[in-house]
């Protein structure tokens, strides 16, 4: 999915002062002019893509006259031109695959931008001679692979013969056709009955895998691993998951940093009683202590129910938006949307009496959230969800978000970079007093725009592209920003 890492640079402008580096967050307000009128009269949206002149909406919504769908064309300012009952309710990820798009949870399927079958497809394992077996056929999540390819997760059986332990699988590789691969090292995670619901990638190749396992083709790693590029598991990573749950990756960060949610039951090594609504981990599987778990609750009719973390983008800079199920971070209110820094605290005014209030219709109430957001070309934002009130106003499933201004964010630099040689032409060197390791470097020129940044830096890189001038280069560490003055000279 490494679509999903979306780095949202014109949302953050950046200016330097010597004492403090101080961000500026462009918060938002409603767009009146994208209105799809009384066209969704309840449910929720689970799925947003742009495609071409159009957005297409899937999810599991009412519409005018009360017509269940689960597929919507668009236009750009929110006028339906399509419709469409393909799939069934469950179907909430659909992502753009060759000439269409592929749908899938709890099945698999191919279709055209009109939501309808277009070429024959059908998943091998999802066939009839595969369902006699003791454990639920079904896929959970998918991946684009090699631009032809689709990776599969889930519960299955690969031999129909063998409708046991011996042929269950939870993630396989198919073609365009949902025939298996030959000769794919299809992954199988134990206990009998476990499943596979989350894949994405690393920026080196590599996957890691969430979901309710204890061991992934015999080595011990419990509800996430890592995979290698050749899908054999990397017995270096060590998951800090623990109790009875379920793991979901939801992001990978521009460090390659992993973004999860966790059952109810979980916890994390050394952390046994706090509650895992988002959490991070470092690449080899460590918890990424730089990030302070928050408290995220949802309250509903005057209790407090389990909380769902539905996505995480980032933006340059490291800052985060969050969207979900809950009311409540931190002690603070957020309606389903908040922008955090990088080590989890909020940023206050960037969606400011903005996020999904109610979702109450005639005859219908449950609780509302913000399940998708889609970055825009033009820096706006499409939301959709369950809601009928979303910021005071009636908008019902979706609407979308524009810039009105900024929020200012001050951090404030707890010591200085050492850079060598300064001045400097083609080669820096750069490393932090107490010679803590650097998670990342960005470089600035002195009006606020950002010319170089290293996600993996090394202490010396290449500056030999930097035009001769004086530049602010900032390096983040688990304790926070350091930062120095850099003269280039030609």
């Known amino acids: 999915m490494k679509g999903r890492r979306r780095n949202i640079a014109c949302i953050l402008i950046y200016l330097i002062s010597s004492a403090f580096t101080y961000a500026q967050v462009i918060s938002y307000e409603i767009d009146p002019s994208f209105n799809t009128g009384e066209y969704f ?41 399509n419709t469409s009952q393909f799939g069934s309710s469950g179907q909430q990820k659909v992502k753009q695959y060759l000439s269409g798009f592929v749908a899938g949870s709890p099945l698999l399927g191919v279709v055209n931008e009109q939501g309808q079958t277009s070429y024959p497809f059908q998943f091998e394992f999802l066939k009839g001679a595969y369902f006699a077996g003791g454990i639920p056929i079904q896929v959970t999540n998918f991946l684009v692979y090699q631009d032809s390819l689709l990776l ?76 290698n590029a050749d899908f054999s598991v990397d017995t270096s990573f ?93 002690g603070e209110d957020h309606f389903g ?34 399940t998708e957001i889609q970055p825009l070309p033009d820096g706006k934002l499409l939301l959709g969800g369950r809601f009928s009130n979303f910021g005071g106003e009636p908008y019902s499933c979706l609407v979308r978000l524009q810039p009105n201004g900024i929020v200012g964010v001050k951090e404030r630099e707890v010591g200085k970079l050492k850079l060598y040689p300064n001045p400097a032409q083609n080669t820096l060197s750069v490393v932090t007093p107490d010679q803590q390791p650097l998670n990342r470097i960005e470089v600035y020129e002195l009006s606020g725009r950002l010319v170089l940044t290293l996600a993996k830096p090394s202490k010396s890189f290449d500056i030999s592209e930097l035009p001769s001038g004086i530049y602010e280069v900032k390096g983040s560490t688990a304790s926070g920003i350091f930062a120095e003055k850099l003269v280039v000279v030609r």
């Open 238 to 330: 060590q998951s800090p998951l623990i109790g009875s749950t379920t793991g979901f990756v939801k992001y990978i960060d521009s460090q390659d940093r992993i973004w999860m949610t966790n059952g109810s039951n979980g916890a994390l090594i050394g952390l046994p009683d706090v509650h895992l609504s988002i959490f991070r981990l470092l690449p080899n599987g460590e918890q990424d202590e730089s990030f302070a778990i928050p408290d995220v609750v949802r309250h509903f009719e005057g209790n407090a129910v389990s909380t769902h973390i539905a996505d995480v983008l980032e933006y340059e800079g490291g800052y985060f938006l969050l969207n979900g199920y809950f009311n409540e971070y931190n």
């Open 152 to 227: 599969v997760t889930g519960s299955y059986y690969t031999d129909s013969l063998n409708l046991g332990p011996g042929s269950a699988r939870q993630l396989c590789l198919v073609d365009s056709t949902g025939a298996p691969i030959p000769d794919f090292p299809m992954v199988n995670c134990e206990p009998f009955g476990s499943n596979v619901l989350t894949i994405d990638t690393l920026s080196n190749g590599d996957f890691i895998i969430a979901g309710k396992f204890s061991h992934v083709n015999g080595h011990p790693t419990r509800n996430v691993a890592r995979l």
């Open 41 to 81: 009269q309840r449910g929720s949206v689970t799925n947003i893509e742009q495609y071409q002149n159009e957005i297409i909406v899937t999810g599991n919504f009412t519409s005018v006259p009360n017509t269940a769908n689960w597929w919507t064309n668009l236009t750009s300012n929110g006028v339906v031109l």
């Open 337 to 370: 949307l908040l922008m955090i820094n990088d080590d989890g605290s909020a940023i206050e005014g960037a969606f400011e009496g903005l996020g999904a209030l109610e979702a109450t219709w005639a005859g219908y109430t449950f609780y509302p959230g913000v």
